[in-house]
C-alpha cells in the first residue's frame, strides 16, 4: 500500500513510551534531532521492578539532562545479600542509590522530554510500517530514523528482521509495595528456596519488594512464603498497592540496528532482573543512540550497545548459578560473608567502577574459584 497525503513528519519516531524510549527521545532532541514518541499506553506508564536505581543508573540520568533530586525516594548505600545460610553487604565504591516509584521517574521523564520540544502521542497505535513512514492512529507520519522501544514483544524489532537471537532464560517477577519504615540501608536481597526477593526502600516510611522466580505463584503472599525471613518482617504490614507481575527474560540480539532502524531498552535484548540493571542498560544505550544518529551511522551504535551490554550478561549468569545451584549460593555467602573486600569487589564491577581484568592475577576465574571455594 502507498501512503499518500503525508502531513506528518519527525527525523527520528520512537515506538514505546516507557523509559528506554523517553531516554531515546531526550537524548535525540539534546543533538537537535526532531523526535516523536508514539505509545499507545495513558502515561504515567507502570512496570512491575524493583525501582530501585544504583548510582550508575542515576550517573547516567544526570547525562541525559534528567535530575532526581526533589523526587519522593528512598535512600540505599550498597547491597545487601541475605540468605538461610549467610548474610553479606557491601557499600557503593561512590556514591548512592535511590529508591523510586517507576510512575514518578516515568513523570519527571516526560515532563523533561516535554520541555526539550519532543513531541508526544499517547494512546496512539502505530501501524502499516513502511520504508520511512508509518501509520499514527491511521495518520501517515514520515521518519527519517525509526526507534523500537515497543519492549520485550517489540512489533519494530519484527518488522526490521531484527529478531534473530539467544535466549538464555524466563523467569516471572512479582512487586508490591509496603507501608512500613525501611529497616536497612541497603538493597537487601534475600535468597529462597524458590527464587529471591529484592528489598528496596521508596520513602521515608514504604518499600518496594519485587520476588523473581523460575515458579508460577498464585499470590504474591505465596511467593513471598518460600522467603520466610522476610515474610517475618512484613508480617502485619499494610500493602499500598496490588501485586503487579512480569516476565523478565535472558535474551541476546543477533543485532540490534539495521539500515535506519534502531531498538533500545527490552526490545533490543534484556537481562535477568536479578541485575538490577535494565534502566541503566537504556539509559546508556539511549546517550550512545543519540551520538550515532547525530552521525548518521548505526553501526556505532550496534558497537556501543555489544559493548554495553557485556558486563551486566556476564553479572546475570552468574548470580543466576547462585539461584540455580543451592551449593554454590552456600559456598558464595559463606565467602562474602568471611571477606567483607570481596564483596565490595563485586560491588565495584557490578557498577562498572572496576574491569574484570583488574581482579587478581587470575582475572575473574580467580574470583570465581575465591566463592565457589567459600
Not at 119 to 139: C, K, T
Not at 153 to 160: L, P, Q
Not at 299 to 311: D, F, P, S, V, W
Amino acid at each position: 500500500m502507498v501512503m499518500r497525503n503525508i502531513d506528518l513528519e519527525t527525523e527520528v519516531l520512537v515506538v514505546g513510551g516507557g523509559p528506554a524510549g523517553l531516554a531515546a527521545a531526550i537524548a535525540a532532541r539534546k543533538q537537535g534531532l526532531t523526535v516523536t514518541v508514539a505509545d499507545c499506553a495513558q502515561p504515567p506508564i507502570d512496570k512491575a521492578c524493583g525501582e530501585g536505581l544504583m548510582p550508575d543508573s542515576i550517573a547516567a540520568l544526570e547525562r541525559l539532562g534528567v535530575n532526581v533530586d526533589g523526587l519522593e525516594s528512598g535512600v540505599f548505600h550498597g547491597i545487601k545479600f541475605v540468605g538461610p545460610e549467610a548474610s553479606a553487604a557491601a557499600e557503593f565504591p561512590q556514591g548512592c542509590g535511590r529508591g523510586i516509584r517507576r510512575v514518578v521517574l516515568h513523570q519527571k521523564m516526560m515532563d523533561y522530554a516535554a520541555s526539550l520540544g519532543v513531541e508526544m502521542r499517547w494512546r496512539a497505535r502505530v501501524s502499516e510500517f513502511r520504508e520511512g513512514a508509518a501509520l499514527i492512529n491511521g495518520r501517515p507520519m514520515r521518519w527519517r530514523w525509526l526507534v523500537g522501544a515497543d519492549g520485550q514483544n517489540s512489533r519494530v524489532r519484527k518488522w526490521a528482521g531484527l529478531s534473530a537471537a539467544n535466549e538464555h532464560a524466563q523467569r516471572i517477577g512479582l512487586r508490591q509495595h509496603f507501608k512500613i519504615r525501611p529497616w536497612s540501608d541497603y538493597v537487601e536481597i534475600y535468597w529462597g528456596d524458590a527464587g529471591e526477593a529484592y528489598v528496596t526502600p521508596i520513602g521515608r516510611e514504604e518499600i518496594c519488594v519485587a520476588l523473581i522466580s523460575r515458579k508460577r505463584f498464585s499470590s504474591f503472599d505465596e511467593g513471598l512464603a518460600h522467603v520466610p525471613q522476610l515474610a517475618t518482617r512484613l508480617s502485619g504490614a499494610p500493602h499500598t498497592t496490588s501485586a503487579k507481575g512480569a516476565l523478565t527474560v535472558s535474551r541476546r540480539l543477533r543485532r540490534v540496528a539495521s539500515s535506519n532502524v534502531a531498538l533500545i531498552g527490552e526490545a533490543s535484548g534484556s537481562v535477568d532482573a536479578i541485575t538490577g540493571e535494565g534502566l541503566a542498560l537504556a539509559f546508556r544505550q539511549a546517550l550512545a543512540l543519540a551520538e550515532a544518529l547525530s552521525a548518521g551511522d548505526l553501526e556505532m551504535y550496534q558497537r556501543a550497545h555489544r559493548e554495553i551490554g557485556g558486563l551486566p550478561e556476564f553479572m546475570a549468569r552468574s548470580m543466576l548459578l547462585m539461584d540455580q545451584y543451592p551449593w554454590i549460593r552456600q559456598r558464595a555467602l559463606h565467602a562474602l560473608s568471611r571477606r567483607r573486600g570481596l564483596f565490595d569487589h563485586l560491588v565495584a564491577l557490578h557498577l562498572g567502577e572496576r574491569r574484570p581484568r583488574l581482579f587478581g592475577e587470575r582475572g575473574m576465574l580467580g574470583l570465581g574459584w575465591q566463592l565457589i571455594a567459600g
